[in-house]
């Protein structure tokens, strides 16, 4: 019998990593039927993603608004998807990651008695408040699912450690993985891209991503000058920095950063001139969760502008180096990034600990015995 599954997504990191386990589903009808929706938590990013990846969505939810808030977001949530529920009945609700769409989405499938299930299940950064909502988030998530996706060995244990039944538990690897490869292999070099490239030839590039809540404030303020002493220190590095649109961001970008020739601000660029971007770096520096799985797929070394980690096995490998809040910290590993052999060359060496790029097949495969059982 066809097995009807409705996949929920709001954000960009969502899209992206339910991309390869949407277009799995939708490949084999006769196992499934597919439902898409998206929350449109965050409109304008998300549609050139959904197209890019050749996704279909068939109920837009439209909750996206000005200055909004996580408790307006969740509310407005419950409220639009339950009327879609009552009318589906799948069975199987998939979220993904740690949003509010995905809390949300969880809370309104359990209400509904519809299995839950959560793909990048088993996160944790052990500190509630950081990253903030989405450590609540996940942690709530996995209350309410029924089965849990988990990038990682890791993943699971934590998951086990805190009463999930293990049977209900499936590791698959990030399908961030698939998506990356898949874009790289197809990707073009863009002319926002090539210029990015040609102002930056022959120099180390240091790509900066900051947009956490938690990096607001005097914290981005320290990264920022330590990152433009050392780029004034050595005449063969540059920093290049999409700018996030948030003011607290571009007020201390245009600060610190602006009006020296090997740093460039620029706008926020697709996914798709990101990755490569990224695939041209010498080293990354970020704040990002998404970041720490995509800097070991491409196999760049990566500074975590951080405290703490859901993903201690992108430290573990020797990838990525946490920061932590010290600007001191950071001044020192920029310099330690320079030293042949060092942390950043071996990063180039390390096997990803996030999956060989099929986590997409595992996580349909795993989703086609469960409800075959069920």
């Known amino acids: ?77 419950l409220a639009s998807l339950d009327p879609i529920l009552a009318q589906e009945m799948p069975d199987l609700m998939l979220v993904q990651g740690d949003t509010t769409t995905a809390m949300a989405g969880a809370l309104a499938g359990f209400h509904r008695s519809i299995p839950v299930g959560h793909i990048e299940a088993g996160l944790r950064s052990g500190n509630l408040h950081s990253p903030y909502p989405e450590e609540m988030n996940r942690t709530l998530i996995s209350r309410l699912a029924t089965y849990h996706f988990a990038a990682t060995h890791g993943n699971r244990d934590t998951l086990v450690s805190e009463g999930v039944a293990v049977e209900r538990i499936f590791v ?69 920095f999409p700018v996030h649109p948030n003011e607290a961001v571009v007020e201390p970008a245009r600060r610190i950063l602006s009006a020296h020739p090997r740093i460039v601000l620029t706008q926020p660029l697709s996914y798709e001139d990101f990755i490569v971007l990224l695939s041209h770096a010498w080293l990354i520096v970020s704040d990002s969760g998404g970041l720490q799985e995509e800097a070991p797929t491409l196999g760049k070394p990566l500074l975590i502008l951080r405290e703490n980690t ?17 600007p001191g910290r950071l001044a020192a590993l920029l310099e330690a990034a320079r030293q042949e052999g060092g942390w950043a060359d071996q990063a180039k060496k390390t096997q990803n600990p996030f999956g060989r790029g099929d986590s997409g097949k595992r996580i349909v495969e795993a989703i086609a015995g469960a409800l075959a059982l069920s």
């Open 1 to 77: 019998m066809t097995k009807t599954v409705l996949t929920l997504f709001g954000t960009r990191p969502e899209v992206i990593k339910l991309a390869p386990v949407i277009r799995r589903l939708e490949a084999d009808t006769r196992t499934f039927r597919t439902v898409n929706i998206t929350s449109a938590q965050h409109m304008d990013l998300i549609y050139p993603l959904i197209r890019s990846f050749g996704l279909r969505v068939d109920h837009d939810l439209q909750l996206m608004e000005a200055d909004q808030v996580p408790n307006r977001v969740c509310g407005r949530m």
């Open 172 to 240: 698959t690897g990030n399908p961030v993985v698939d998506s990356l490869l898949d874009i790289l292999e197809r990707a073009q070099v863009t002319p926002a891209v090539e210029e990015l490239l040609r102002v930056t030839t022959g120099l180390k590039r240091i790509v900066l991503t900051t947009h956490r809540r938690e990096s607001f404030g005097k914290a981005i303020g320290e990264n920022l000058t330590v990152l433009r002493g050392f780029v004034e220190r050595y005449l063969d590095v540059a920093v290049i």
């Open 310 to 326: 859901e993903r201690p096995e992108v430290l573990d490998s020797g990838v990525a180096v946490l920061v932590g809040g010290q």
